[in-house]
């Protein structure tokens, strides 16, 4: 769950500033790099935060698909970089 906080915060801040800066450009284009930001922050916290919190003692098969979740967080989060050198390069 601490991973999916972290990643969930950092997504938001990241999508928040991309946002004022899309408005400031006045564009309505958002890069192939930002939907896995998005998509990152959304499976961190529909799939990890939500249902884990949802229960006070959560069954094992939601801590499984919980961490399972916060794998693919992980891996959303790492190829963001890559992402970025791409739509850039």
């Keep these: 769950m601490t991973v999916a906080s972290i990643v969930a915060g950092f997504g938001v801040a990241v999508l928040v500033f991309r946002i004022q ?3 400031t ?3 309505k284009w958002i890069p ?3 939907w896995l ?3 990152a922050t ?3 916290l529909g799939g990890v935060i939500l249902p884990i919190i949802s229960f ?3 069954p094992a098969c939601v801590v499984k698909f919980g961490s399972a ?3 693919l967080v992980v891996l959303l989060v790492i190829g963001y970089p ?3 050198l791409l739509t850039t390069g």
Aim: cysteine-free; proline content about 4%; aromatic content about 8%.
């Design 32 to 34: 192939w790099a930002d």
């Design 69 to 71: 979740a916060s794998s």
């Design 37 to 39: 930001l998005i998509a």
């Design 56 to 58: 006070s003692r959560p």
């Design 21 to 23: 800066r899309e408005t």
């Design 42 to 44: 959304i499976v961190a």
């Design 82 to 84: 890559f992402a970025i």
């Design 25 to 27: 450009l006045q564009t």
